[in-house]
């Protein structure tokens, strides 16, 4: 009925859970501005990132701590050596991490958070792609093996 969608002033954007593309380009512009960082790296097998900069939905400061891949135990390491001619359990960092806001406030509309507290879900919802590596540097080393 009424087109709310005037200016949103900064920092009250309404809670939605979205992944629309529109929010990853422009997360790939704060990237390419280094407004939007992110930092993969390895560490006993468990590849994590750090995601941290504004959040290109509700303009807030969000710091995300994600873990990709956690190692594998035990026997799941021949095919993987197989595959990729590596004697090594090396874990690779994906040259894509999803991200989402967790810019620490509740934005309005936002449901509770799954584990059944009376809180609001933290962040404005929105979940993006990024590319772990810098955009104007071939990454930390060790990321040049592509293949
Ligand atoms: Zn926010
Ligand atoms: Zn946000």
Redesign the pocket.
Known sequence: MVSEHTEVPDGD?GYENTADPVWAGRALDLYQQRLLQVAAFETDGVVSAQVWGR??????E?DDQLILTTPVVGNGRGLLAIVTGRGRDKVKIPPMVEAG?G?GRA?PGAPNRPDGSAEAVL????SFYLPTTQPDAPGPCGLRDSS
């Open positions: 954007v959040c290109p939905r509700c303009g807030h969000i806001c810019c934005h962040g404005c919802g929105v």
